[in-house]
């Protein structure tokens, strides 16, 4: 795999992670549910993903940008399946509508693992070649890493 097609999966990735919570302020609006504390935390640990994913585009792929991603997702996924455990009791009522069957909380923790999974495969194809070649290919004449700047800055406009 080569390091243009790696920025694009981290396009892909970033703008995928973007969607999740574009749909989530969506969803908050369009039906008028309030987040609980813990879906507010689990977007902190999409919008730390989505910063992850961020540095990689503007940056190059780097394997400490891949640890930030790791860390939040891990954190996100934390926080996901401690929400998923309260209303694991039978009985107990889900909080929010539910998407597709399943409920905001345990779409993320779904979309967090993912993450991990897709990232660890990642670092384990990780090649020293994109080490050498980032020090003689800018990233900003690509297409996608141009795609994946202008996202940032309307995700950055969106959520602040």
Known sequence: MNRNAIVALNTLGLLGITGVLFM?????????????????????GFAAVMFGFML?????PQQRHYGVILI????????SLRQISLHV???????GSPILGYHYYTWAFLIFAMTIIGVAALLAL????????????????????????LACLLAVAVFS
Do not use: S
Request: with cysteine; hydrophobic share 45%; proline share 6%.
């Open 24 to 44: 989530g302020v969506v969803l908050q609006f369009a039906l008028g549910e309030l987040p609980c504390p813990l879906c507010l935390l689990q977007r902190i």
């Open 89 to 95: 009791i039978p009985g107990t009522p889900g909080y």
């Open 126 to 149: 990780w090649n020293r070649a994109w080490d050498r070649d980032a020090m003689h290919t800018d990233t900003t004449t690509t297409g996608l890493a141009g795609f994946g700047k």
């Open 72 to 79: 939040a997702a891990l954190f996100g996924a934390a926080v």
């Open 56 to 60: 990689n585009v503007i940056y190059g």
